[in-house]
C-alpha cells in the first residue's frame, strides 16, 4: 500500500515571497503520478500541479513548481511570489498508474501574509 | 478545465432519514467516480470508488449498506446516506477521473444529522 506523509502541518510566508511545502511518500511502484491539490477556504479541491514519475523533468505551472527526487521519494512544492489568494490547505497526493485512485497526505495549511 | 457539480452543497436532515447526494461531471465523461468524505481540518478520506454500469467498490471498514452508491450514467454518481445519524455529519466530497489519469472535484456538500 502506498502512504504519503506531509510534515508541515501549518506553515505561513509573507506575501511575494517563496515557499516551500515538503511531501514523502512510500510505494513498491515504479511508475506512478504525483499531485498537489489546493483546498481554500470555499473547500472546492483544484488540482495545482502533476507530474509523471517516469518524466525526470520537475513539473512547472506558472508560480508553481516542484522539486521531484525519485530515489528519495519526495515531492516538495515551491511557490513563488506568493499572493493572498495561494492561502489554503495544500494535499499532496499519489496515484498508481494502473489505477486511478488517489492517496493524500494529511495536508499542509499555509497562511500567506501582508 | 473539467468541471464537476454537486448537489445539494449542504443539506440538513433528520436522525433516522436518508438523504441523497448527485455528483456530475458536466463537461466530460467519467468512467470512474469517487466519494470522500473529509472531517474538519483532516484529510480526504476514500469511501468508496463507483464505476459506470457496476457496483462499486468500498472502502475498509465503509458501510455499504449505510452509504448507497449508483453510478447510472458516465456523468452521474449518486450517494445515498441511509437511516443517516449525527455521526454521519460531515462533507462529502466527490471526485471524477477524465481518463487522462487526472481527478476533478466536486465544490462538495456539507451533510447535518440532527
Known amino acids: 500500500a502506498q502512504t504519503v506523509t506531509q510534515s508541515q502541518p501549518e506553515m505561513s510566508v509573507q506575501e511575494a515571497e517563496t515557499v516551500t511545502l515538503s511531501c514523502t511518500y512510500d510505494t513498491s511502484e515504479n511508475n506512478y503520478y504525483l499531485f498537489w491539490y489546493k483546498q481554500p477556504p470555499s473547500r472546492q479541491m483544484i488540482l495545482v500541479i502533476r507530474?509523471?514519475?517516469?518524466?525526470?523533468q520537475n513539473a512547472t505551472e506558472n508560480r508553481f513548481s516542484v522539486n521531484f527526487q525519485k530515489a528519495a521519494k519526495s515531492f516538495s512544492l515551491k511557490i513563488s511570489d506568493s499572493q493572498l489568494g495561494d492561502t489554503a490547505m495544500y494535499f499532496c497526493?499519489?496515484?498508481?498508474?494502473?489505477?486511478?485512485?488517489?492517496?493524500f497526505g494529511t495536508g499542509t495549511r499555509l497562511q500567506v501574509t501582508l | 478545465g473539467a468541471v464537476v457539480s454537486q448537489h445539494p452543497s449542504w443539506v440538513i436532515c433528520k436522525s433516522g432519514t436518508s438523504v441523497k447526494i448527485e455528483c456530475r461531471s458536466l463537461d466530460f465523461q467519467a468512467t470512474t467516480m469517487f466519494w470522500y468524505r473529509q472531517f474538519p481540518k483532516q484529510s480526504l478520506m476514500l469511501m468508496a470508488t463507483s464505476n459506470e454500469g457496476s457496483k462499486a467498490t468500498y472502502e475498509q471498514g465503509v458501510e455499504k449498506d449505510k452509504f448507497l452508491i449508483n453510478h447510472a450514467s458516465l456523468t452521474l454518481s449518486t450517494l445515498t446516506v441511509t437511516s443517516a445519524h449525527p455521526e454521519d455529519s460531515s462533507f462529502y466530497i466527490c471526485?471524477?477521473?477524465?481518463?487522462?489519469?487526472?481527478?476533478?472535484f466536486g465544490p462538495g456538500t456539507r451533510l447535518t444529522v440532527t
Open positions: 497526493a499519489f496515484m498508481k498508474i494502473t489505477a486511478s485512485k488517489l492517496t
Open positions: 471526485g471524477a477521473n477524465t481518463g487522462g489519469n487526472e481527478q476533478y
Open positions: 507530474q509523471e514519475a517516469y518524466k525526470q
